[in-house]
């Protein structure tokens, strides 16, 4: 049997896991399978690419960038993102506040580590703009990779998912990053100004369905709803209402009040296709 390759994301440290208070009424759902037995096809903890970081992305602020400004940054969802996004504000950003020497240093320690460290990251940017982009960038990426690990599909075989290919599972690569880089660069109205904030935008219904469709997922209970909560008059949708819980990367559990947006992308309601 031949020696399966490492990831090219071996090494990178896990995405940041957020996870809502249990709720103290209602019956909780599991968004994941719980009868390992059941299991059929792609059913993995989270079901659904970058799912767990839901409630971490609506925690941060977000600004609007015209795509055009900040594409050049993104080297892995630059293929993925087709319109203008929101990043993270800078007082929101996830990071250390290093000064360009700390982040020199850090970047020289993940080296000696034998750790990844992209092209833009060796840099020393400075901008809190495209330092947004650039951490958005590799988190998805990242979630990207791990999903696959998670698939039991081999990333060696697809780091450039956007590219075509006559790879049977390369449909199912590029469904996952692009549901990676919706979670991490949400729309945002073309005609605000650069910089004003906007809200989260979750990824659209469409996109998670399109995912399902791409690799064939099959579970035995509910995993694969893709709407819950929230207000809506979808009886289907109604009739599980109520948070769910999913497994994040690590297993840790993190709840979610509610899914996906109930529309069909591209909306300006939601994000993606």
Sequence with gaps: MARRRSAPAAGVAAALLASAAVPSRGFVRELYTTNAVCMQKYCVNPVFPALEQLPAMESKRWAKHTLANVSQFMSFCGQVVDYDLAAPMAQSLNATGLSARARAERVQEEFAKGNVVLDYEA?????????????????????????????????????????????????????????????????????????????????????CQSYLQACGVQCCDEGVSCVWGGTTDNEAVAATQGPVRTLGQGGREVFLQVGYIDAAGPSTTCTGD
């Design 123 to 207: 840099t020393g940017l400075s901008d809190p703009v495209k330092d947004a982009i650039v951490q958005m960038d590799r988190a998805a990426a990242r979630s990207y990779f791990l999903h696959l690990g998670g698939m039991g599909i081999e990333a060696w075989d697809h780091q450039d998912p956007m590219q075509e290919s006559a790879h049977p599972l390369r449909p199912c690569a590029k469904s996952v990053a692009k549901m990676a880089c919706y979670t991490y660069f949400p729309k945002a109205h073309s005609v605000l100004q650069d910089g004003q904030e906007v809200a989260y935008r979750r990824p659209c219904r469409s996109s």
